[in-house]
Nanobody, 125 residues
Framework: QEQLVESGGGLVQAGDSLRLSCAAS????????MAWFRQAPGKEREFVAA????????YYADSVKGRFTISRDNAKDTMNLQMNSLKPEDTAVYYC??????????????????WGQGTQVTVSS
């Protein structure tokens, strides 16, 4: 059973940067496709970014495009999310997700079979 553990969240001011990490352990063959989602209080979980196994293809939500960068290191079984120019509306719990699937809707949470517990990101104005 694969486990995903997020780290790197915290409290920052608008315009600051944060780098989130997701470490996979266990059956890491399940992490073919990986993604970040976020959920703010009272809102549904929303897609942030996704990356394929080879890291040759990345996907971003329009709201973070140009500010966030997703990357992965398969040798270390880690995935990262570099977040720059943070805004108060980026405040949420950020979740790491993975799936052994290659083809599917990367933007949908239903595509992913494994989830981390989440890390809180708070951006003050």
């Amino acid at each position: 059973q694969e486990q995903l553990v997020e780290s790197g969240g915290g409290l920052v001011q608008a315009g600051d940067s944060l780098r989130l990490s997701c470490a996979a352990s266990g059956h890491t063959g399940a992490s073919v496709s990986m993604a970040w989602f976020r959920q703010a209080p009272g809102k549904e979980r929303e897609f942030v970014a996704a990356i394929t196994w080879s890291a040759g293809t990345t996907y971003y939500a329009d709201s973070v495009k140009g500010r966030f960068t997703i990357s992965r290191d398969n040798a270390k079984d880690t995935m990262n999310l570099q977040m720059n120019s943070l805004k108060p509306e980026d405040t949420a719990v950020y979740y790491c997700a993975s799936t052994p699937s290659v083809w599917g809707n990367y933007y949908s949470p239903h595509f992913y079979s494994h989830w981390g517990q989440g890390t809180q990101v708070t951006v003050s104005s």
